[in-house]
């Protein structure tokens, strides 16, 4: 078996791990195999047109600024949180599956392991990175005309793409700390909102970088300083990436030490509520939950009913993720009686805690009304995401998430209600959006009263 075919193989294992319900210890439906053939290649397409999009609204900007290098941070940022959001996702089941410990049950040598866990990790991204590499240095080339502007574009890209996979190979070691996690959830969202924000902030005309940035951004100086710099900068950040990546798939989990077990009798709510709390702080993918109060008050001092409505996204964004809270656990919590309510009752009372907190700091800055008025609304979509988490790993459909396109889908399903609730409210009456919101709520406890049991 070729390498090529190997760290194929490994890609789409990946994905039917992310997409099928066998890291949660239960059997796919028969058809999952072919469309873990469709999901590979609609998450290859899916990169290359967004990063396509990205590029070539970076360089446009530049139409207008002219200053190519300092453009691209629009897509600068695009690239360190793709890389993040997906490389954790991806991490997390490739060390949790131990993807390398079956290979090497196999007639393969350890470098071809890990040549092929590293190419299968890199696949999510390739396709993306490749066309943002190519793209860039032609659309700056034939808008600003420089072959100077090209290259220096050309290095940061390849800069901060080896910079964002090398700290994700960095964290993939730690995986199962969730504070480096969360600390790096919060960067990562910090990194959205900063780029949502970008475009308008980058469209001033002849941008000047004072001197004293040469050190830390050296691809907006185009002379030979900012050139050489340039080029040191995104040869160590190779490098790096490198290092990072012989680390990681080095790595093992060992315990040195003998666990001690106590046993407890608690009712069965209080016991996944335990379980859940600490699974927070484990599961990076859902840790994030735990600094929305953070967000929350930050962003109150600047634009407190903006905090409240992001507050609220987050919050239903993060419950699409608490369904990984179980992992191989789904099986035997199913034959415990009523384990499957109590498990999604936990994690609905850990959001509802988390959002009064939110309504509390809203109090201090008199928007404690607006964000109770969008509570039912918050629940409602809260609940419709975790039945449909539970639901699609129950039936052996999972998470199906792998995608940008599968993860926009998820988030207008969930939120159409809150937002349907917001209009009622800002432009109707808020006695209708508490009317439909109430219903809503109703409505959704019914079918998950018979669904979930």
């Known amino acids: 078996m070729s390498n090529v075919k190997i760290h194929d193989v490994v890609y789409k294992q990946i994905i ?61 940022l695009i690239i360190l949180a793709n890389i993040f959001t997906t490389g954790l996702n991806v991490i997390f089941f490739v060390t949790n599956y131990d993807l390398k410990t079956f290979l090497l049950s196999l007639p393969l040598s350890e470098r071809d392991v890990n040549r092929a866990v590293f190419r299968g990790i890199f696949e999510f991204f390739y396709y993306g990175f490749l066309a943002s590499i190519v793209i860039a240095p032609i659309s700056t080339y034939m808008i600003t005309s420089s072959v100077l502007q090209a290259l220096m574009a050309e290095l940061e890209i390849i800069f901060f793409f080896s910079l964002s996979f090398a700290l994700v190979m960095l964290l993939g070691k730690r995986i199962r700390l969730g504070i480096t996690s969360a600390l790096f959830r919060i960067g990562t969202s910090l990194i959205w909102i900063v780029f949502i924000m970008l475009p308008y902030g980058l469209t001033f005309k002849y941008v000047t970088i004072p001197t004293y940035i040469l050190p830390i951004f050296p691809f907006g100086f185009l002379n030979i300083e900012g050139l050489l710099i340039s080029l040191l900068y995104t040869g160590l950040s190779v490098f790096f990436a490198y290092k990072q990546s012989l680390k990681f798939l080095s790595f093992r989990l060992n315990s040195q030490y003998s666990t001690k077990y106590s046993i407890k009798l608690r009712s069965p709510l209080i016991t996944y509520l335990y379980k859940d709390i600490r699974g927070l702080l484990r599961v990076p993918q859902a840790s994030f939950l735990l600094t ?31 369904i990984l809270l179980e992992a191989s ?63 699609n790993v129950i039936k052996g459909k999972g998470m199906r998430l792998a995608d940008p396109l599968s993860f926009i889908i998820r988030e207008i399903e969930i939120n159409s209600i809150i937002g349907i609730a917001s209009i009622l409210t800002f432009f109707a009456n808020i006695y209708y959006s508490l009317l439909f919101s109430v219903l809503s709520l109703i409505m959704i406890n019914i079918v998950v009263y018979k669904k979930i049991k």
């Open 292 to 322: 929305i109060p953070v967000f929350a008050l930050i962003f109150s001092f600047f634009a407190p009913v903006y905090a409240i409505f992001y507050t609220i996204f987050m919050i239903t964004t993060s419950s699409i993720m608490l």
């Open 329 to 391: 656990g789904m099986q035997l919590l199913l034959s415990l009686p009523a384990g499957l309510r109590s498990s999604y009752i936990s994690k609905l009372l850990i959001i509802l805690i988390i959002y009064l907190i939110d309504v509390l700091i809203f109090s201090f800055f008199n928007r404690a009304s607006l964000s109770l008025i969008m509570l039912p609304s918050t629940i409602t979509s809260v609940e419709l995401s975790l039945f449909i988490s539970y639901n």
């Open 16 to 76: 039917y791990l992310m997409y099928t319900s066998r890291s949660f210890g239960l059997s796919p439906k028969p058809d999952a195999i072919s469309k873990i053939r469709r999901n590979a290649v609609t998450i290859k397409i899916s990169n290359i047109i967004a990063y396509t999009i990205a590029t070539i609204v970076s360089a446009s900007i530049s139409l207008i600024n002219k200053d190519a290098p300092f453009s691209f941070i629009f897509l600068d």
